[in-house]
Protein backbone atom coordinates (compact mmCIF):
# COMPACT_ATOMS: atom_id res chain seq x y z
CA UNK A 1 0.00 0.00 0.00
CA UNK A 2 1.30 3.50 -0.88
CA UNK A 3 1.76 5.80 2.08
CA UNK A 4 -0.24 8.66 0.04
CA UNK A 5 -2.46 7.53 -2.45
CA UNK A 6 -5.00 9.80 -4.90
CA UNK A 7 -7.05 9.07 -7.84
CA UNK A 8 -4.86 9.61 -10.59
CA UNK A 9 -7.91 10.72 -13.12
CA UNK A 10 -8.55 13.11 -15.01
CA UNK A 11 -11.11 14.74 -13.19
CA UNK A 12 -13.36 16.77 -15.96
CA UNK A 13 -15.71 18.75 -14.04
CA UNK A 14 -17.54 21.67 -16.14
CA UNK A 15 -16.80 25.61 -15.34
CA UNK A 16 -18.64 26.65 -12.09
CA UNK A 17 -19.38 23.23 -10.92
CA UNK A 18 -17.32 22.34 -7.39
CA UNK A 19 -14.30 19.94 -7.60
CA UNK A 20 -13.86 17.34 -5.34
CA UNK A 21 -10.03 15.93 -4.89
CA UNK A 22 -9.08 13.05 -2.48
CA UNK A 23 -6.87 11.49 -0.79
CA UNK A 24 -6.10 9.23 1.67
CA UNK A 25 -2.67 7.88 3.94
CA UNK A 26 -1.25 5.39 5.53
CA UNK A 27 0.72 6.72 8.72
CA UNK A 28 -1.69 7.29 11.65
CA UNK A 29 0.84 9.59 12.98
CA UNK A 30 0.70 12.06 10.79
CA UNK A 31 0.60 15.46 11.67
CA UNK A 32 0.31 17.75 8.71
CA UNK A 33 -1.45 17.84 5.11
CA UNK A 34 -0.60 19.83 2.07
CA UNK A 35 -2.38 20.34 -0.99
CA UNK A 36 -0.40 21.55 -3.91
CA UNK A 37 -1.28 22.31 -7.42
CA UNK A 38 1.11 21.82 -10.53
CA UNK A 39 0.72 23.05 -13.80
CA UNK A 40 2.12 21.22 -16.70
CA UNK A 41 5.71 21.78 -17.12
CA UNK A 42 5.52 23.86 -13.92
CA UNK A 43 6.79 23.13 -10.44
CA UNK A 44 4.61 22.68 -7.84
CA UNK A 45 3.08 25.52 -5.67
CA UNK A 46 1.36 25.39 -2.55
CA UNK A 47 -2.16 26.19 -1.73
CA UNK A 48 -3.16 25.43 1.56
CA UNK A 49 -2.05 23.46 4.38
CA UNK A 50 -4.50 21.86 6.90
CA UNK A 51 -3.60 19.97 10.69
CA UNK A 52 -6.89 20.30 12.64
CA UNK A 53 -9.62 17.75 11.73
CA UNK A 54 -12.76 19.43 10.41
CA UNK A 55 -12.85 22.55 7.03
CA UNK A 56 -10.02 25.20 6.23
CA UNK A 57 -11.50 27.46 3.85
CA UNK A 58 -8.95 29.81 1.84
CA UNK A 59 -11.19 31.91 -0.82
CA UNK A 60 -12.41 28.67 -3.04
CA UNK A 61 -10.71 26.02 -2.00
CA UNK A 62 -11.81 24.11 0.99
CA UNK A 63 -9.42 21.17 2.57
CA UNK A 64 -11.24 18.73 4.82
CA UNK A 65 -9.22 16.34 7.13
CA UNK A 66 -10.51 13.35 8.66
CA UNK A 67 -7.59 11.57 10.74
CA UNK A 68 -9.87 8.79 12.07
CA UNK A 69 -10.56 7.44 8.56
CA UNK A 70 -7.11 8.90 7.40
CA UNK A 71 -8.51 11.14 3.94
CA UNK A 72 -7.81 14.51 3.21
CA UNK A 73 -9.90 16.16 0.49
CA UNK A 74 -9.73 19.58 -1.01
CA UNK A 75 -12.60 21.22 -3.12
CA UNK A 76 -12.70 23.92 -5.21
CA UNK A 77 -15.83 25.85 -5.63
CA UNK A 78 -17.03 28.09 -8.66
CA UNK A 79 -14.18 26.07 -10.65
CA UNK A 80 -12.54 27.86 -13.32
CA UNK A 81 -10.84 26.76 -16.40
CA UNK A 82 -7.59 27.99 -15.07
CA UNK A 83 -7.88 25.60 -12.30
CA UNK A 84 -7.06 22.86 -14.70
CA UNK A 85 -3.68 21.37 -13.07
CA UNK A 86 -2.46 18.22 -11.15
CA UNK A 87 -3.17 18.50 -7.39
CA UNK A 88 -0.99 16.87 -5.26
CA UNK A 89 -1.42 15.38 -1.76
CA UNK A 90 1.27 15.94 0.65
CA UNK A 91 1.60 14.42 4.14
CA UNK A 92 3.94 15.11 6.62
CA UNK A 93 4.54 12.36 8.70
CA UNK A 94 6.93 13.85 11.15
CA UNK A 95 9.69 15.35 11.42
CA UNK A 96 10.57 16.97 8.09
CA UNK A 97 9.78 14.26 5.79
CA UNK A 98 6.67 15.22 3.68
CA UNK A 99 5.53 12.12 1.55
CA UNK A 100 3.56 13.25 -2.00
CA UNK A 101 1.35 11.65 -3.35
CA UNK A 102 1.18 11.11 -7.34
CA UNK A 103 -1.32 13.48 -7.90
CA UNK A 104 -4.73 13.92 -9.60
CA UNK A 105 -5.45 15.78 -12.69
CA UNK A 106 -8.31 18.08 -13.16
CA UNK A 107 -9.65 19.41 -16.03
CA UNK A 108 -12.16 22.23 -15.69
CA UNK A 109 -14.03 22.37 -19.39
CA UNK A 110 -15.38 25.92 -20.46
CA UNK B 1 12.61 38.21 -3.38
CA UNK B 2 14.45 35.93 -5.17
CA UNK B 3 13.13 32.41 -5.17
CA UNK B 4 14.60 29.15 -5.30
CA UNK B 5 16.53 28.62 -8.28
CA UNK B 6 18.25 25.63 -10.44
CA UNK B 7 20.50 25.02 -12.78
CA UNK B 8 20.70 24.23 -15.30
CA UNK B 9 17.37 23.79 -16.66
CA UNK B 10 17.76 21.58 -19.04
CA UNK B 11 20.69 18.64 -19.04
CA UNK B 12 20.90 15.93 -21.35
CA UNK B 13 23.77 13.20 -20.84
CA UNK B 14 25.16 10.35 -21.98
CA UNK B 15 24.86 6.81 -20.12
CA UNK B 16 27.86 6.53 -18.21
CA UNK B 17 28.16 9.85 -17.46
CA UNK B 18 28.53 12.10 -13.73
CA UNK B 19 26.16 14.70 -13.52
CA UNK B 20 25.96 17.64 -10.97
CA UNK B 21 23.14 19.26 -10.60
CA UNK B 22 22.81 22.99 -8.37
CA UNK B 23 20.03 24.60 -6.09
CA UNK B 24 20.14 27.92 -4.33
CA UNK B 25 17.38 27.90 -2.02
CA UNK B 26 16.02 31.13 -0.71
CA UNK B 27 17.75 33.62 1.36
CA UNK B 28 17.23 32.51 5.21
CA UNK B 29 16.15 29.07 4.60
CA UNK B 30 17.27 26.77 6.76
CA UNK B 31 15.54 23.36 5.26
CA UNK B 32 16.66 22.19 1.67
CA UNK B 33 15.07 19.19 -0.52
CA UNK B 34 15.58 17.24 -3.48
CA UNK B 35 13.08 15.48 -4.87
CA UNK B 36 12.76 13.46 -8.57
CA UNK B 37 9.96 13.64 -10.57
CA UNK B 38 9.41 11.25 -13.36
CA UNK B 39 6.95 12.00 -16.18
CA UNK B 40 3.44 12.05 -14.67
CA UNK B 41 4.21 10.74 -11.41
CA UNK B 42 4.23 11.82 -8.14
CA UNK B 43 7.66 13.67 -5.84
CA UNK B 44 9.90 10.97 -5.08
CA UNK B 45 11.83 12.19 -2.08
CA UNK B 46 15.48 11.94 -2.24
CA UNK B 47 17.75 13.82 0.13
CA UNK B 48 16.88 16.57 3.05
CA UNK B 49 19.11 18.86 4.80
CA UNK B 50 18.28 20.85 7.78
CA UNK B 51 20.55 23.55 9.28
CA UNK B 52 23.95 21.92 10.46
CA UNK B 53 22.14 18.53 11.41
CA UNK B 54 23.40 15.25 9.41
CA UNK B 55 20.50 14.78 6.11
CA UNK B 56 18.24 12.13 5.36
CA UNK B 57 19.42 10.27 2.99
CA UNK B 58 16.62 7.61 2.78
CA UNK B 59 15.04 8.47 -0.27
CA UNK B 60 18.63 8.07 -2.36
CA UNK B 61 17.58 5.50 -4.66
CA UNK B 62 21.35 3.66 -5.32
CA UNK B 63 24.60 4.66 -4.13
CA UNK B 64 25.25 6.79 -7.60
CA UNK B 65 23.38 9.35 -5.90
CA UNK B 66 25.28 11.89 -3.50
CA UNK B 67 24.45 15.25 -2.70
CA UNK B 68 26.31 17.93 -0.35
CA UNK B 69 24.83 21.42 0.79
CA UNK B 70 27.76 23.85 1.68
CA UNK B 71 27.60 26.88 3.95
CA UNK B 72 23.94 25.45 4.38
CA UNK B 73 22.90 27.67 1.22
CA UNK B 74 23.73 26.04 -2.34
CA UNK B 75 23.14 22.04 -2.58
CA UNK B 76 24.87 19.99 -5.30
CA UNK B 77 22.94 16.76 -6.57
CA UNK B 78 25.16 14.41 -7.78
CA UNK B 79 24.65 10.99 -10.02
CA UNK B 80 27.50 9.28 -10.91
CA UNK B 81 27.03 6.81 -13.52
CA UNK B 82 24.26 8.08 -15.03
CA UNK B 83 21.31 5.37 -15.86
CA UNK B 84 18.45 6.11 -18.36
CA UNK B 85 16.02 5.33 -15.69
CA UNK B 86 17.79 8.72 -13.94
CA UNK B 87 16.08 10.37 -16.77
CA UNK B 88 13.53 13.09 -15.01
CA UNK B 89 13.00 16.40 -13.07
CA UNK B 90 15.05 16.85 -10.66
CA UNK B 91 13.21 19.38 -8.13
CA UNK B 92 14.27 21.43 -4.81
CA UNK B 93 12.62 22.88 -2.45
CA UNK B 94 13.55 25.02 0.66
CA UNK B 95 11.35 25.43 3.73
CA UNK B 96 11.53 28.52 6.91
CA UNK B 97 13.65 28.02 9.52
CA UNK B 98 10.81 27.50 12.01
CA UNK B 99 11.31 23.84 12.26
CA UNK B 100 6.86 23.11 11.76
CA UNK B 101 5.76 20.32 10.49
CA UNK B 102 3.53 22.75 8.87
CA UNK B 103 6.52 24.99 7.20
CA UNK B 104 5.79 25.46 3.54
CA UNK B 105 7.84 23.77 0.95
CA UNK B 106 9.15 26.61 -1.98
CA UNK B 107 10.09 24.55 -5.35
CA UNK B 108 12.38 25.82 -7.63
CA UNK B 109 11.95 25.87 -11.25
CA UNK B 110 13.18 21.62 -11.44
CA UNK B 111 15.93 20.39 -13.33
CA UNK B 112 15.48 17.82 -16.57
CA UNK B 113 17.60 15.23 -17.29
CA UNK B 114 17.99 13.21 -20.20
CA UNK B 115 20.15 10.29 -20.07
CA UNK B 116 20.62 8.84 -23.71
Known amino acids: QKEVEQNSGPLSVPEGAIASLNCTYS??????FFWYRQYSGKSPELIMF????GDKEDGRFTAQLNKASQYVSLLIRDSQPSDSATYLC??????????FGAGTRLFVKA | GAGVSQSPSNKVTEKGKDVELRCDPI?????LYWYRQSLGQGLEFLIY????????KSGLPSDRFSAERTGGSVSTLTIQRTQQEDSAVYLC??????????????FGPGTRLTVL
Open chain 1, 27 to 32: DRGSQS
Open chain 2, 49 to 56: FQGNSAPD
Open chain 1, 50 to 53: IYSN
Open chain 2, 93 to 106: ASSPPTGSSTDTQY
Open chain 2, 27 to 31: SGHTA
Open chain 1, 90 to 99: AVNTGGFKTI
